[in-house]
């Protein structure tokens, strides 16, 4: 379904991500895990194309993505559904129109046809009667669940989900991860999660891929994953903490590369 | 050798600035007139409620402002024109500096203050909530959607705006006449639109849709340029407001020296 070869991505001159390589099979869930800073949300970012990347190709659908027109892009984009960390529903609308927005831009469908699509994606997400509220209106969880419905208005063949239970209670989040499941199970959708919550990720998760500092630590099912020895993967199921200072050479060329930005 | 670096540093940011800027209208244009007949239609409905708060919202406090704008207008010509004994020419000496000058560019600075800064902020909010992100990825282009609208409302509104604010002007004028030069309301009035000539009136409207096209490119660039986090939609904000200020004089400036080249041959 997605394939990424080498990929690179850059912000200015400073690279975030070094070569990544991985495919994501149509139909799977796969999480991408990785601490802050691991550039797993840049990655996320140019999956569905908002960041060009400085070289590499990424495959999706039997199409180069980095090589690409903006007018192609937005023809991908409309078969692709991608739900933000907060939201991001637009403030000014009532949830109702949120969810009708791409279907107002895209399709010709008529306004009642867009009403019962409206009301059917509101009800998947578990917020059926909701779509005259506006989004200050609704708590952290249904703002998460209407930003789903948003995202599955146009019937996507691939999900994108940034941070699906960052910031929302425990019991909201799992709320999150049910959706996820159940859609999963509902359309065979091809699911991509970017998380750092590891109860999360080894619940929805059919593969998981460990991004640290740009790299693809490693790739493989949740069991390969428990069992896995690297240490990186260890340190990060462990939940061992960074050691304070690695090389005091490293340090060094933060302090003064730190220096160098400031300066600019 | 520093310092031309800075002065060269300066200068390229300045350009870009205005490259950014043109290539914002540019698209914006591209969206408005282009768009439609090539299957983009123009969201008219978002228009014409961005129209509503540009334009018809401004009335009450633009009406104040240029009323009192034209009494002072009035008080301080007439100071001067009393030695000569000409006070009867207060009516026209209002009327052309508020058609031709005052009226554009007072409207001008009101709309920045209230519509400048408010795309500013918005878009900026929007940039920071990931709301520009995610209209991209519904392949939404936020300068069709966000940016277009707000064009056309300014377009059209801004020389509404100033032909109300002329006539405002020129009535706060007229309190002077009336109470102190010994006018009649009516005769006033007459001797207002006696001294304005077609022209008058038609330059202080280019100017004015200069203006708009001005004021809404620096909002919106502004605030699609906005940085990460929710102090950066405060300094876009600002950044929109002085720039804005900055280069409406600018243009002011063009037009006028344009306008009185042209007129003098």
Not at chain 2, 95 to 113: F, K, N, Y
Not at chain 2, 186 to 207: H, N, P, Q, W
Not at chain 2, 217 to 241: D, I, K, N, W
């Amino acid at each position: 379904m997605i394939s990424l070869r080498e990929l690179r991505v850059s912000y200015g001159e400073r690279e975030i991500l070094h070569g990544i390589n991985f495919d994501v099979v149509r139909g799977e869930t796969l999480v991408i895990l990785g601490g802050s800073g691991s550039g797993k949300s840049t990655l996320l970012r140019t999956l569905v194309g908002l960041e060009r990347p400085s070289s590499g190709e990424i495959w999706l659908k039997g199409k180069n993505l980095a090589a690409m027109s903006a007018m192609e892009l937005d023809e991908i984009r409309k078969r692709i559904g991608m739900s933000f960390q907060g939201g991001a529903l637009f403030g000014s609308m009532t949830v109702g129109e949120n969810v009708a927005l791409p279907l107002q831009e895209h399709t010709k469908l008529e306004d009642s046809t867009i009403e019962i699509i409206l009301r059917l994606k509101l009800d998947q997400v578990g917020l059926a009667g909701f779509e005259d509220y506006m989004p200050s209106q609704l708590s952290g969880g249904m703002k998460k669940r209407a930003a789903v419905a948003r995202a599955l208005a146009m019937d996507p063949e691939i999900l994108f989900f940034d941070e699906p239970s960052a910031g929302l209670d425990p019991i909201i989040a799992a709320g999150v991860d049910q959706l996820i499941l159940d859609l999963k199970k509902a359309f065979h959708m091809t699911i991509v999660v970017v998380t750092h919550e590891l109860a999360s990720a080894f619940l929805i998760a059919d593969r998981m891929v460990l991004i640290d500092k740009g790299y693809v630590v490693d790739i493989g099912t949740t069991e390969e994953m428990r069992s896995s020895t690297q240490p990186r993967v260890r340190q990060f199921l462990d939940r061992i903490a960074e050691p304070a200072v690695s090389q005091e050479l490293d340090y060094l060329q933060m302090l003064t590369e730190d220096h160098h930005q400031a300066k600019r | 050798m520093d310092l031309a670096a800075q002065i060269g540093e300066s200068v390229t940011g300045g350009l870009a600035y205005f490259g950014a800027l043109a290539s914002l209208g540019t698209r914006a244009g591209y969206f408005a007139f282009v768009g439609p007949f090539r299957g983009k239609p123009l969201r008219l409905q978002r228009a014409i409620s961005q129209a509503m708060q540009v334009g018809v919202r401004a009335l009450p406090i633009l009406s104040l402002i240029t009323f009192f704008i034209g009494l002072i207008l009035a008080l301080q010509s007439a100071y001067e024109l009393r030695k000569f004994g000409a006070l009867t020419y207060v009516a026209s000496a209002v009327a052309i500096s508020m058609s031709r000058e005052l009226g554009p560019l007072i409207t001008a600075i009101v709309v920045i203050g209230r519509s400048g800064s408010a795309f500013a902020a918005e878009i900026g909010t929007m940039k920071v909530t990931e709301e520009i992100d995610a209209l991209e990825t519904m392949a939404i282009d936020p300068v069709h959607f966000l940016v277009t609208p707000k064009f056309l409302a300014m377009i059209v509104m801004l020389p509404c705006l100033t032909i109300w604010a002329n006539a405002m002007g020129i009535l706060g004028g007229s309190l002077f006449g009336v109470t102190q030069a010994g006018f009649v309301f009516t005769g006033y009035i007459r001797a207002s639109v006696d001294a304005l000539f077609l022209r008058d009136i038609v330059t202080g409207l280019i100017k004015s849709v200069m203006f708009g096209i001005t004021i809404t490119a620096v909002g919106c660039h502004e605030g699609l340029s906005t940085g990460a986090g929710a102090e950066q939609v405060g300094r876009s904000t600002t950044r929109a407001v002085v720039a804005s200020i900055f280069l409406v004089v600018l243009v002011d400036l063009v037009f006028t020296a344009l306008f009185f080249f042209i007129g003098a041959r």
